[in-house]
Antibody, heavy 119, light 103 residues
């Protein structure tokens, strides 16, 4: 059974930093693109970033470019999102997700971790 | 960038009803469209990918169709567990969601 377990969310002041982690199990982590997708309270889903199997290609939504960094450690079967210069509009539940590159869809989702940016 | 427009944003229906949700893309995306179901406080769940392929374990009352710029998700006979929000997705973009509530 595929499991994706996020951690690292919490309350942070504007301008602060957080590092999210996602522990993966139940599949060969190194074979899949992985993503972070977020959902602001009462809003729709927004793709934040994704990363190729070997970490060589990374893509970001424009609103987080230069502030967020996605990374992975295949040996530890873990995905990360370093978030710097956080803004109120970054407040959301952040989901770790396993991508299916061929279909362009997200096959599995973690339970999510809440990030609240507020003073 | 692709834009996806779902309609309606909200619909009220009864158990047993046939329900159809539409997702329109701003450009031709062939059949690269997925549908997700999300219940309150839970992560989304993949229902359909490739516009019409049912993910393993998804009941056959869910059906996806379309190609190019227009797509539909149909629930043939709404069940109590189907009351949720449905999202379409293509590339980096998600639709704004359709909330299906009990009439």
């Amino acid at each position: 059974e595929v499991q994706l377990v996020e951690s690292g969310g919490g309350l942070v002041q504007p301008g602060g930093s957080l590092r999210l982690s996602c522990a993966a199990s139940g599949f060969t982590f190194s074979r899949y693109w992985m993503s972070w997708v977020r959902q602001a309270p009462g809003k729709g889903l927004e793709w934040v970033a994704n990363i190729k199997q070997d970490g060589t290609d990374k893509y970001y939504v424009d609103s987080v470019k230069g502030r967020f960094t996605i990374s992975r450690d295949n040996a530890k079967k873990s995905l990360y999102l370093q978030m710097n210069s956080l803004r109120a509009e970054d407040t959301a539940v952040y989901y770790c997700a396993r991508d299916d590159y061929a279909s362009g869809s997200v096959w599995d989702w973690g339970q999510g971790t809440l990030v609240t940016v507020s003073s | 960038d692709i834009q996806l427009t779902q309609s309606p944003s909200f619909l009220s229906a009864s158990v047993g009803d046939r329900v159809t949700i539409t997702c329109r893309a701003s450009q031709d995306i062939s059949r690269y469209l997925a549908w997700y179901q999300q219940k309150p406080g839970k992560a989304p769940k993949l229902l359909i990918y490739g516009a019409s392929t049912l993910q393993s374990g998804v009941p056959s009352r869910f059906d996806g169709s379309g190609s190019g710029t227009e797509f539909t998700l149909t629930i043939s006979s709404l069940q109590p567990e189907d009351f949720a929000t449905y999202h379409c997705q293509a590339g980096w973009t998600f639709g704004q969601g359709t909330k299906v509530e009990i009439k």
